[in-house]
């Protein structure tokens, strides 16, 4: 996932069109995208690990808790959902370049007014079944000169 536009904001997500999310997310037109902390570590693991066509029920395990939000998903306890509406998508080889309007945008504490990195452990995916986290300090450029 990027952003490739912050007026109007636009995200892009790869995809692969066999994947029953993206089923969904064609039929539907809306999506979200749920940022969770790294205590829900097991939660994103689950979900990007097992096959929702496979599993019709993966969402149904107790661990998850859904809520409909205008009609998008939310999962509760995200540090921030992000609702999008498809905008287009184009076929980019096995994967899709899917392009959604951001329309509201939803934040704890952790973010206001500004990340606190220090109190959010961001989720990095680092391939498998490996995960990594980031740094806890905020590095700057200011006129050429890296401040922390």
């Known amino acids: 996932m ?26 539907s037109r809306k999506a979200s995208v749920n940022i969770l902390g790294w205590d829900m570590l097991k939660i994103l693991h689950y979900l990007g690990t097992v096959s929702l066509s496979k599993n019709p029920s993966k969402m149904a395990t107790p661990e998850i808790k859904i809520v409909t939000v205008d009609g998008y998903p939310k999962i509760e306890g995200a540090q921030a959902v992000l609702y999008c509406d ?20 939803e934040f704890n504490e952790v973010f206001t007014p500004r990340p606190r990195v220090r109190d959010y452990k961001c989720i990095l995916h680092i391939g498998g079944s490996d995960y990594t986290s980031s740094t806890d300090s905020v590095v700057s450029f200011d006129k050429g000169r890296i401040t922390n």
């Not at 998508?89 to 370049?97: E, I």
């Open 2 to 27: 990027t952003p490739v536009s912050r007026q109007p904001p636009i995200l892009m997500v790869a995809l692969s069109p066999r994947r029953a999310t993206y089923t969904l997310i064609k039929s």
């Open 86 to 105: 498809l905008r287009t998508q184009v076929s980019m080889g096995d994967h899709d370049a899917v392009f959604f309007d951001v329309v509201k945008v």
